[in-house]
Structures are given as C-alpha cells and as structure tokens.
C-alpha cells in the first residue's frame, strides 16, 4: 500500500520569492514519483518526475524537486515564483514497473500555490 | 493529436439517474484509468484497464461500472447516481511502462442534486 501527504493545504508567496510545496510518501515497494499540476478548470500536467539515477529533477519552467529517500520525500521547489505558476500542486507516488501497479497514481492532497503581485 | 477527450464535461443529474463517461485516447495506450477528484482529497482511482476487454477496482469503485470495448475508449458508468458521487471525474492513459506519465483529461465536472 502507497500513500501521500502534502504537508500544506495552501501556499501564499509574493511574486519573484522562493517557494517550497512538501511532499512525503510512504510504500512498501520502491517508487516512482511524479509532481503535477492543474491550472483553473483544467486536466492535470505532468511537471516533473523522478523514476531512477540523478535524486534531483528539474522541469522545463524553473521548478526542480529531490528525492530523499532517507527521508521519504520529494519536495518541490522553485527559486523565484511568476503569477503564472498560480495552480494546485498534486505529489503522486506510482509503484515501479514489475509488480502489479499497472500505472496507478497515488495522489496527495493537493497545495493551491497563489502568487501575489 | 487530441490526446485524452472526455464528454460531455458539465452534467447534472438528479439523484437515482443514469449516466455515462466516455473517454477516448489517440495515443495508443494500452493502460486506462478514471479518476474522482474531490476538495482536499487529491484524486482517487476508481477504475482502471490495463488493456480491451479488461477492467479492474481501483481505490473507490462502489457506484461505478466501467467498460474497455475498445482500446482507444474507457467508459464509466452510474447506474444510480448519489449526491456522494458529486464530483470532478479525470479519465487518463499511459503506455505500459511504469515509468511513462499519465497523460490526462480536462474533466467531467458531475453534480447530483
């Protein structure tokens, strides 16, 4: 069994600050781990994703995320924040292929990012 | 390509009624799934297909019934819909391997009233 906290709800920041969404997981078997993120009405997109090799990952918009697997977690960070980035931030965890998980995502909670002018 | 399309994407039904999700992909994919979405849950599986003809429960499968006729469509249904069945429901695909993303769907936003 798999599953994911978010550790905030909601994140305030000012544009052009620093932020930090938590994320922790717990599994019995290794895993991959994925960051998404839904902008308002929309489906989810892919952020970024860690499956093996390098514990640091970086996406295409400036936000990078490590996974520590001492520590269980996959924090998602980013050095300076644009009003753009306003979403919700999902954590999921996906059993590695080999054993029965077939794809399936487990989901945090989610953590509304909102930037403010 | 169109990706994951998902109809219709706003419904209303009152309590006790029938409907049907359909979700069609062009990518190929052999994997199929459906999610809920629910305010500070996070998504949940309901169902999923790991190729045609094949389905299985996923994390909250009561309410729902689900078919893989054709690889490129996953359907859900509600035979009898509940006020608790309220929701944001996500269709999404992958290929096999695990390591592959899930590419998603804009949504069916449902309200049983």
């Known amino acids: 069994a798999q599953s994911v906290t978010q550790l905030d709800s909601q994140v305030p920041v000012f544009e052009e600050a620093p932020v930090e969404l938590r994320c922790n997981y717990s599994?019995?078997?290794?895993?991959?781990l994925f960051w998404y993120v839904q902008y308002p009405n929309q489906g989810l997109q892919l952020l970024l994703k860690?499956?093996?090799?390098?514990?640091l990952v970086e996406s295409i918009n400036g936000f990078e995320a490590e996974f520590n697997k001492s520590q269980t977690s996959f924090h998602l960070r980013k050095p300076s924040v644009h009003i753009s980035d306003t979403a919700e931030y999902f954590c999921a965890v996906s059993g590695q292929t080999g054993g029965t998980s077939y794809g399936k995502l487990t989901f945090g909670q989610g953590t509304i990012l909102t930037v403010h002018p | 390509n169109a990706g994951v399309t998902q109809t219709p994407k706003f419904r209303v039904l009152k309590t006790g009624q029938s409907m049907t999700l359909l979700c069609a992909q062009d990518m190929n994919h052999e994997y199929m799934y459906w999610y809920r979405q629910d305010p500070g849950m996070g998504l949940r599986l309901i169902h999923y297909s790991v190729g045609e003809g094949t389905t299985a429960k996923g994390e909250v499968p009561d309410g729902y019934n689900v078919s893989r006729l054709k690889k490129q469509n996953f359907l859900l249904g509600l035979e009898s819909a509940a006020p608790s069945q309220t929701s944001v429901y996500f269709c999404?695909?992958?290929?096999?391997?695990?390591?592959?993303?899930?590419?998603f769907g804009q949504g069916t936003r449902l309200t049983v009233v």
């Open positions: 860690y499956l093996s090799g390098s514990t």
């Open positions: 599994s019995s078997v290794s895993v991959y």
């Open positions: 999404a695909s992958s290929y096999p391997q695990g390591q592959t993303e899930a590419f």
